[in-house]
């Protein structure tokens, strides 16, 4: 029988509180992926970019679970609209 991997995001103190404050809710983006996240991998929340910077391969008692740690945020938009 094979165990589903758990994938546990570990955001920087400031982003966990501007996840809070929004009241976002992070998808659980690698649910049912063959591939789990890799250093440099991008993805978006609440219309802020994050960079996945490391990961930490741990295991407890249901089994295996990645912890990928996320950079911060960038701006919420990555484009200059001046002029507009």
Same mark, same amino acid.
């Given at each position: 029988?094979?165990?589903?991997? @758990? ?5 920087? *103190? ?6 809070? @404050? ?14 789990? *996240? #890799? *250093? ?11 960079? #996945? ?10 089994? *295996?679970?990645? @912890? ?17």
């Amino acid at each position: 029988m094979t165990t589903p991997l @758990r994938t546990v995001l570990v955001f920087t *103190p400031e982003d966990q509180a501007w996840l809070r @404050r929004m009241q976002l809710v992070v998808p659980d983006y690698w649910r049912g992926h063959g591939a789990a *996240p #890799i *250093p440099g991998d991008v993805f978006r929340v609440g219309g802020r970019q994050f960079t #996945i910077q490391g990961r930490l391969w741990e295991h407890d008692l249901q089994g *295996p679970v990645l @912890r990928v740690f996320v950079g911060s945020a960038h701006a919420e938009s990555d484009s200059v609209f001046a002029g507009m």
